[in-house]
């Protein structure tokens, strides 16, 4: 049965690599998707504000335009009234005082005179005299800030907070003036505001008004302060239904509670934000309604495309590492299935390198070992072959010397010049071993050095992650900034498209004025080009916005791809830590191995040493040479058993001389 993919370290490593990218992918998304909230919900309040003032804006010009063309009409009518008079003066028809007389009758008639429900026609000098006017005819009136503007304008249109007699509080008053040199005199038509309403073309606001859009279900509203829908009431029929009565009872309320600002209206699960202004000089007041639930909608989507992209980009960034790592940790198992040989005996096989790196580095490095050990082996089973050979021949000439002394003497000098050998080549073995110990030793060195410089590379790497982290968060920052600058662009954008619409209506309103409304045509006009004229810069602005957001995007895609480069370069280094880890682990089993090789070796030159002292003490004293004999034959037994101990030890290791004679 396969283990379990948490016991393995493909395993292991693919899961503890992937759950950090998973955590730091929902910390960013979710700290993208509120930031992203926060951006859709004031770019819906932005732009119902926006919604909301061109639509005051346009409401306030249709009824500024009306307004100015029609006193403008009543004051030069009056003033060619005048100038009719001084002709028929000049010419001798009538005296000039008559003339001034009849103009006074016609300006001060009540009937005539009159405009709108309280205002009137008046002369006025350029002193500031009230030189003909129904209620105070010769006061001086110069003094009052907007009879000054009055004296300096001589012609034109004239706005101003006034109070008649008798009124409690100032309401905005217009005035157009038309100035007749000869007699010093400006015609002077004037009423408050408020009572021109009458003159507004409301189908044409409605049919404005209707065309606006505030999202995809939302429209916007004129209505007076007592909750007199004057204009957009058919969309917002449809939109509300039965519930219309109460929207518009809600709408006033706020509307005399707070002349300019903002109520919200609850329908079930649906809420209404209803934007409003008020229309200078008039009661009327300009609202804008968008359904919330548009911008919720927005923000949904984006919780869920964010959640999806997490889930698949998790699950494919763990299916790379788990084949990175399966593939990066093949030389791994060789190292261990060979490693496994070895341990059970067989010396010849060798680690294949594929590599340069330092699984490669590894490899030849544990080969190397493995080669030493092998060639001390193969010596000391030569060893212990001349060493089972010579007791085999001590054992004959012990039986051989019972039988007589001089051939017992020639056996001992034999036996005395066979140790001798053996003990040069046990004392040559040691020499070796404690090479063995000492190559093993500096295989543990290099090994721990290597551990080190591993670990520091981690650490660098650690430090560049970093640093390439901080670079991201920044690009994506000024991407960021760049979003909210195009959304910026696609306000000036809207405004002035609204500006286009109103420059078009005054140019047809002018039109139809004929020759008095040229002059406001060739405003109008003017007023139209400099809106084609933002229309362009701002799409020069959105294309070096698009340029910009080129630019970044293929830097934060060449930051990205350095950033997973650095990654694959860590978790490698991350791996060959492990690596070595193990191979520390060996060599330091290998050294220790050695130094108890090596206290073996020790032993035997010193049972060879007392062999060749015993066989002296046979030589020097042929008296006890029975008694020597028995103790040689003694001491022969024993060599024999250790001899046949020690060849059963490395008997089990096979080197590779002994696979080529197989072979």
Do not use: C
Request: no cysteine; proline share 2%; net charge negative.
């Amino acid at each position: 049965m396969g283990r379990s993919v948490f016991k393995t370290l493909t395993g292991k490593l693919s899961f503890t690599s992937t759950l950090p990218f998973v955590l730091v992918m929902i910390i960013l998304g979710t700290f993208t998707v509120l930031r992203m909230e926060r951006e859709i919900r004031l770019l819906s309040a932005r732009n119902l504000e926006s919604i909301t003032e061109v639509s005051a804006l346009m409401v306030r010009t249709e009824v500024e335009v009306s307004v100015r063309n029609y006193l403008r009409s009543l004051a030069e009518k009056n003033r060619d009234i005048m100038e009719l008079y001084y002709i028929k003066a000049q010419r001798g028809e009538i005296s000039e005082a008559e003339a001034q007389k009849r103009v006074r009758e016609i300006f001060l008639d009540p009937n005539y005179g009159k405009i709108g429900a309280t205002g009137y026609l008046a002369g006025v000098t350029s002193r500031g005299i009230l030189a003909i006017h129904p209620k105070s005819p010769g006061t001086d009136a110069s003094g009052m800030e907007f009879m000054q503007k009055a004296m300096a304008m001589k012609n034109g249109y004239l706005e101003y907070q006034w109070k008649n007699v008798g009124e409690t509080e100032e309401r905005a008053k217009v005035g157009y003036l038309s100035y007749f040199e000869p007699w010093d005199i400006m015609v002077w038509a004037s009423s408050y505001k408020e009572e021109f309403t009458d003159l507004l073309d409301l189908k044409s606001v409605a049919g404005s008004l209707e065309s606006l859009r505030v999202g995809e279900r939302g429209f916007v509203l004129l209505v007076s302060d007592q909750g007199e829908v004057l204009a957009g009431s058919s969309r917002a029929r449809e939109r509300l239904r039965e519930n219309y009565a109460d929207f518009l009872k809600n709408l006033t309320d706020s509307i005399k509670s707070v002349p300019d600002g903002e109520t919200v209206y609850g329908r079930g699960r649906e809420i209404l934000v209803s934007r409003y202004k008020p229309i200078p000089g008039i009661n009327w007041f300009l609202a804008a309604n968008e359904y919330a639930q548009e911008s919720r909608r927005i923000i949904n989507t984006l919780r869920i495309i964010f959640a999806s992209a997490i889930l698949i980009a998790a699950v494919v960034v763990h299916l790379f590492i788990r084949l990175f790592m399966a593939r990066s940790l093949a030389p791994i198992n060789n190292i261990r299935s060979i490693t496994n040989e070895v341990s059970k005996g067989n010396l010849s096989r060798r680690i294949p390198v594929d590599s340069e790196d330092e699984i490669g580095e590894l490899s030849e490095l544990f080969n190397q070992v493995i080669e030493e050990f092998e060639n001390l082996l193969y010596g000391i089973k030569s060893a212990v072959a001349v060493l089972l050979e010579s007791t085999h021949n001590l054992g004959a000439s012990t039986m051989e010397i019972s039988s007589t002394a001089n051939q017992q003497a020639a056996s001992v000098r034999e036996i005395l010049s066979t140790m001798e050998d053996s003990d040069n080549l046990s004392k040559g073995v040691a020499v070796m071993v404690q090479e063995v110990v000492k190559i093993a030793n500096s295989t543990k060195e290099n090994v721990e050095k290597g551990f080190t410089l591993i670990q520091e590379s981690l650490d660098k790497m650690n430090e560049i992650r970093s640093t390439n982290a901080n670079t991201i968060g920044g690009i994506k920052n000024l991407g960021n900034q760049i979003d909210t600058i195009w959304d910026i662009v696609n306000i000036i954008n809207g405004i002035a498209d609204q500006t286009k619409i109103i420059a078009f209506n005054a140019e047809l309103e002018a039109a139809a004025a004929g020759d008095a409304g040229k002059n406001f045509q060739i405003v109008a006009s003017e007023i139209r080009r400099l809106a084609d004229s933002t229309v362009d810069s701002t799409n020069e602005i959105k294309a070096k916005i698009n340029e910009i957001q080129h630019a970044s995007d293929k830097l934060i895609i060449a930051s990205e791809e350095g950033t997973q480069r650095i990654k694959e370069g860590w978790e490698v280094s991350h791996n060959i830590r492990g690596v070595f880890e193990d191979v520390l682990t060996s060599s330091e089993i290998s050294a220790a191995s050695a130094d108890e090789i090596a206290a073996s070796i020790k032993m035997q030159v010193s049972s060879f040493e007392q062999i060749f002292l015993t066989l002296k003490q046979i030589s020097e004293s042929i008296d006890n040479f029975v008694e020597s004999t028995h103790a040689t034959t003694e001491a022969s037994d024993q060599l024999k058993e250790i001899s046949d101990n020690f060849n059963s030890v490395v008997g089990k290791y096979t080197v590779k001389e002994e696979v080529e004679l197989d072979e």
